[in-house]
């Protein structure tokens, strides 16, 4: 049967487009209810259509205090994450020494382990360091999480990079730095982008490990938490919706540039 013939040689395609709009859901009813005015406090069913909270994101006392902490402490702890995990994931493939396999596997630790293990001994060496929760304990506990996503995405670039072109770099004459700099870096920039980007978005989202080491201090996935107890604003539907188009708009920029690079290469 034609029908069957055409499932059977689309059946893959079909498979993921399902998936992918299984996934896309939830940001469709949140930005959907984004436009929501509803009656009471919880913002949980279909009311009427309006755009007051668009026009007044900030309108809830707090959040956008929290989302700016939420911004910062994730720009820096990407940061931090990203230098300390580009450096790591080159001395794993590029040198040799004792104890190497032991950091390899020390290295996806984080990863396997549950947050709320990792939070509670953050939390633990703060209060034997004297250290006082906050804005500080916060980001040193994200770059300690997000250290491995970083290396793991950085590695996996630098091990596919052809050593050869660095050494053609060497017989012209170009020093250490110069073949770091205008060979080296340019082919694992991808790889380091990619890290970065996943750590931002880590870091941004987090709560369980936030929550630990946070002390008095509030960031947006915990005020949304602690809003959800009391009812649910409207707003909050709104920064969800701008984060993911703003996530959208990066995807669709990084792509037309990767398409541009190639019709130039060829």
């Known amino acids: ?39 009471g406090r919880f913002n949980y069913a279909w009311q009427q259509f309006s755009t007051d909270a668009w026009q007044d994101p900030c309108g809830v ?15 820096w702890a990407t940061l931090g994450a990203t230098a300390l995990g580009a450096m790591i994931a080159f001395a794993l493939v590029r040198y040799r020494f004792r104890a190497r396999g032991a950091v390899n596997s020390l290295i996806f630790l984080p990863m396997a382990m549950p947050e ?6 953050l939390l633990t060496l703060f209060l034997n360091m004297g250290a006082q929760l906050g804005f500080w304990t916060i980001l040193i506990a994200h770059i300690m999480f997000c250290l491995s996503f970083v290396v793991t995405a950085v590695k996996a670039r630098v091990m596919s990079m052809d050593p050869r072109l ?42 369980i490990i936030t929550n630990f080491n946070a002390g008095s201090t509030v960031t947006f996935p915990m005020f949304v938490w602690g809003s959800a107890q009391r009812g649910t604003p409207v707003q909050i539907n709104v920064i969800g919706t701008a984060m993911f188009l703003v996530a959208v708009l990066l995807v669709l920029a990084s792509m037309v540039v990767g398409n541009r690079r190639d019709k130039q290469k060829a």
């Open 61 to 75: 006392a707090g959040m956008c205090g929290s989302l700016s902490l939420s911004l910062q402490i994730a720009f």
């Open 166 to 207: 660095e050494q053609a770099a060497q017989d012209l004459y170009a020093g250490p730095f110069q073949t770091f700099w205008r060979v080296t870096l340019p082919i694992a920039a991808p790889g380091i982008a990619a890290g970065a980007l996943l750590a931002f978005a880590l870091s941004f989202d987090d709560f």
């Open 116 to 121: 709320v293990v990792m939070a509670a001994s």
């Open 1 to 39: 049967m034609p029908f069957v013939t055409w499932l059977r040689r689309n059946l893959v395609v079909l498979a993921g487009l399902l998936t992918l709009a299984y996934l896309l859901l939830p940001n469709l009813v949140v930005t959907v209810f984004s436009f929501n005015k509803p009656k």
